[in-house]
């Protein structure tokens, strides 16, 4: 950090395990005299496949209260502040953008039923993406589900839906395709509540985009 900036920081590496697959990574935490923010680096554990961009990109999508410098690997970034392209907190519809042009927008959903004939809700997105690099929807945002408070798992289907399917896809810059998640469901009456962040902020409690969808 920049001396006399006001500000305070320090790092630390860690582990996570996400949809199944371990990750390693580094968070920046930086402290002002009223707020803190946090920039998280995460990469694969698996050689050559990284799950976040690079410094600088992660970087700019950080908003700081005041200009204010950040050093870490030997790369110094200056970082002004910035207004959200899209609103956070509880929406209506989740049409959440990311600072470099990359958004998921919830279309609809059904109930369905997972390979033991338990009821999930499978619901379908809109992803748009905008990195230089090829994205799927769940290397680019960090979607989690609720129902009567309680997260709910990814569910397993036999039902060889298209969308399903293009989870798991790629896309390359400017290109788009409809996706979707499906997840148990713990009964059919109580409302289920969507959240989504993009994946750099998964740790950040106050960022991205919440709807209800009522299942009555």
Known sequence: LEENSGYKGFSFDFTQEINGKEYIGESHIVCGEQNMYTLVICYEKAAGNPYAKDYKKILNSLTID???KIESKGETETTEEKVEESESGKVKKINLKLENGSFLKYEKHKIVEDYEGNPA??????????DDDAQSIQTAFYPKVFQNSVQCEMAITMDGDDASGNSIKQVQKGGELECALTYKLNDQEGDVTLQVKGLSEMF??????????PLK
């Open 121 to 130: 809700i499978r619901i379908f997105f809109t992803f748009h993406n905008e």
């Open 66 to 68: 005041n200009s204010v």
């Open 204 to 213: 950040n409690s106050s960022s991205g985009q919440e709807m209800t969808i």
